[in-house]
């Protein structure tokens, strides 16, 4: 499922071209981010690569079989000055920036009573504050980019929450919104704003959760990182507001939107079987 996005004037009814392209990719030592980076740089495009893990990162810039390289910068997004620095670094050694493709996150599962500040603040920080302000770094060498976009890596739980999932859910809802009030302020600059609502993808998303374990009923059939990052990259190209790639995610979309009822009761079944085979084990990292 693909959204097009309004048009205003012959700029936005042309497919957009990515080769070439200077693309900030964060996210990209694992899953999505990883996958976007590569098909990026198999496109043509200048990519810097960010995430905290260096080795992962050198991993990425190995693996590239690209004629332009991969560059990277490891370090915490939430880090304003790593941040800042890495806007700053991006935009000198790709010579501007045109695409930001925002996919770095994580999750935190449990009762919202058991979750403590800290993991709420973790991960609105992680799943939606950096995400903002990145962009709010990136706005001025995207207003002078060429034929720049924006794209934020959703959730399809930023349409309808499921319950252990309230802060994940809170910031993807966030950040759809956030999405919508860009898409229409940066039309005068010719940026597009793309919304990635994504259902389940094979990550290391379970693996490094904030806090909490995968509960047990949810072990769907999870798209792939390759998938979903070609997803992305058609939706560039045809510059579509959102996309939602995958048929369960449409599924879970169109539910949603008529018949949120029906998720409701789903998981609240699924929830009295979890409390009836024992409590949701719950641990936080730091």
Excluded at 158 to 171: I, N, Q, T
Excluded at 185 to 195: F, G, P, Q, S, Y
């Amino acid at each position: 499922m693909a959204v097009s996005a309004p048009h205003s004037g012959n700029w936005r009814r042309r497919r957009r071209d990515l080769t070439g392209k200077r693309a900030i990719v964060t996210g990209a030592s694992s899953g999505l981010g990883r996958a976007v980076a590569l098909a990026l740089a198999g496109r043509g495009c200048h990519v810097l690569a960010t995430a905290r893990r260096a080795d992962r990162l050198e991993e990425l810039a190995a693996a590239s079989r690209a004629t332009v390289p991969i560059g990277y910068a490891a370090g915490d997004l939430c880090d304003p000055n790593f941040r800042s620095a890495m806007v700053i670094a991006a935009a000198r050694q790709l010579g501007g920036i045109d695409l930001v493709i925002s996919a770095a996150g994580a999750g935190a599962i449990g009762p919202f009573r058991d979750t403590t500040a800290h993991t709420f603040a973790r991960i609105i920080d992680l799943d939606f504050n950096a995400h903002a302000e990145l962009i709010r770094d990136c706005l001025p060498h995207l207003t002078a980019g060429n034929d720049s976009a924006i794209v934020f890596v959703g959730s399809i739980l930023g349409l309808h929450p499921l319950p252990l999932h309230s802060e994940y859910a809170a910031a993807k809802a966030a950040l759809r919104s956030l999405a919508g009030s860009l898409r229409l302020e940066l039309t005068a600059d010719k940026i597009d704003v793309m919304l990635a609502t994504l259902g389940p993808i094979d990550s290391e998303f379970w693996g490094s959760l904030v806090a909490g374990q995968r509960p047990t009923w949810s072990r769907g059939h999870p798209m792939s990182a390759d998938q979903a990052a070609a997803a992305i990259l058609s939706g560039l190209e045809r510059r579509r507001a959102e996309i939602i790639p995958g048929w369960r995610a449409q599924a879970y979309a169109f539910l949603a939107r008529f018949a949120p009822g029906l998720i409701d009761r789903a998981a609240a079944r699924n929830l009295s079987q979890a409390r009836d085979v024992g409590p949701t084990t719950h641990h936080e990292t730091a």
